[in-house]
C-alpha cells in the first residue's frame, strides 16, 4: 500500500474513532435532554465512558485474536446497530436495554479504537 493510500485510510479511520467519543459526549446528553430525562440520569451517562479508560486491558486480546480489519468491521456495524435501535427505545424512560445498548456503543467504539489503532502503527 502506498504511504499517500495508508494516509487517505488513516485519517477516515480515526475520523471514525472520534466520531462515537463526540455522540456519547456531545450528542446523547442534548437527546436525553430533550426526551425529559432527569439530569441524574444525564450525569450517570459519564460512567459509560469507562470502556474508553480501560481499553487497554483487552488491547491484548485483539492483538492475539483476529485480525484488525475484522474487528474494525465487526465494531462498526455493532455501533451502527446500537445507534439505529436507541431512537426506537423510549428515551424519556431509560431502561436497561437502553443502557446495555450504550454500554455495547461504547465497548465496540474502544474496541475500534484499539484496532485502529494498531493499525496506524503496524
Known amino acids: 500500500m502506498t504511504l499517500r493510500k495508508k494516509l487517505f485510510w488513516i485519517s477516515v479511520f480515526y475520523f471514525a474513532q472520534g466520531m462515537p467519543f463526540g455522540v456519547v459526549i456531545d450528542v446523547l446528553p442534548v437527546y436525553f435532554r430533550q426526551n425529559n430525562v432527569s439530569l441524574t440520569e444525564i450525569g450517570m451517562m459519564g460512567a459509560i465512558t469507562l ?3 480501560i481499553k487497554v486491558f483487552w488491547s491484548p486480546l485483539l492483538d492475539r485474536f483476529g485480525e ?3 474487528w474494525v468491521t465487526i465494531c462498526c456495524f455493532a455501533m451502527a446497530a446500537a445507534m439505529f435501535l436507541v431512537p426506537l427505545l423510549d428515551a424519556s424512560r431509560p431502561d ?3 443502557w446495555m445498548l450504550l454500554i455495547g456503543f461504547t465497548v465496540s467504539s474502544a474496541t475500534q479504537d484499539i484496532a485502529i489503532d494498531a493499525f496506524s502503527v503496524g
Open 68 to 70: 484488525r480489519r475484522t
Open 96 to 98: 436497561l436495554l437502553l
Open 51 to 53: 470502556p474508553w479508560t
